[in-house]
């Protein structure tokens, strides 16, 4: 069984940055598309950035292109998300979640296989 552990959410400036982490174990980290993904309470949660299997080919939403980038590690069974620049709006639960299908872009929620628990970022204004 695949499990992800988040880490590296926290309380932030506007401005300012944070970097998450997602340790994967379980399973051949190298065979998975990788995203992370956002909930704000009330809304769907919403893809933020997505890496396939190789780190060479990525996807991010509008809101945070140009602010975020998503690597991954493949001999540590790392994916990272680097959140520079950080907005009020950004302000949500971030997930770590992953696919089998290794070359698949995960552009939506329902194309993932396994989840993490979730890591907290809040922006003060």
């Known amino acids: 069984q695949v499990q992800l552990v988040e880490s590296g959410g926290g309380l932030v400036q506007a401005g300012g940055s944070l970097r998450l982490s997602c340790a994967a174990s379980?399973?051949?980290?190298?065979?998975?598309?990788m995203a992370w993904f956002r909930h704000f309470p009330g809304k769907e949660r919403e893809i933020v950035a997505s890496?396939?299997?190789?780190?060479?080919?990525?996807y991010y939403a509008d809101p945070v292109k140009g602010r975020f980038t998503i690597s991954r590690d493949n001999a540590k069974n790392m994916v990272y998300l680097q959140m520079n620049s950080l907005k009020p709006e950004d302000m949500a639960t971030y997930y770590c979640?992953?696919?089998?299908?290794?070359?698949?872009?995960?552009?939506?929620?329902?194309?993932?296989?396994?989840w993490g628990q979730g890591t907290q970022v809040s922006v003060s204004s």
């Open positions: 979640a992953g696919a089998w299908d290794r070359q698949l872009l995960i552009t939506r929620k329902d194309e993932c296989d396994y």
């Open positions: 379980g399973g051949t980290f190298g065979s998975y598309a």
């Open positions: 890496i396939n299997w190789s780190g060479r080919t990525t």
